[in-house]
């Protein structure tokens, strides 16, 4: 898959076409995306044991076919890939050519097993 979280995105089709948004999270598996305040749905939660009822809107994923990459101008580019001389792949835009930074990734660790 050629995005990662961070990349900042256009939606090219479904209900929020036209919206720019930062991605979340990837499935890459599944070849889906989550972007930050597009695809949104609601979830309605029944009252239970004295909690009232709610809505709760979230993002759900879409598939990578619906967006496009945004570069540094903003415009939709493309992306791809550059060999170093040391060896180390780099992604690139297409139309600019410019090296895409990489943004930290903040990896929560992963639960240990329980143990029966």
Known sequence: MKFTIGDNV???AGK???????IVKTFPKKNTVIVK????YAKHIKPQAGRPGEIIRRERP???AKIAILNDKGEVDR?????TKDGKKERVFKKTGTVISLKKE???P???AKKK
Request: zero cysteines; aromatic letters at 4%.
């Open 10 to 12: 256009l939606v090219t």
């Open 16 to 22: 929020d076409k036209g919206k720019k948004g930062e």
């Open 37 to 40: 305040d597009a695809n949104i």
């Open 62 to 64: 879409m598939p990578t």
């Open 79 to 83: 992306v791809g890939y550059k060999v």
């Open 106 to 108: 903040t990896k929560k």
């Open 110 to 112: 992963a639960a240990k």
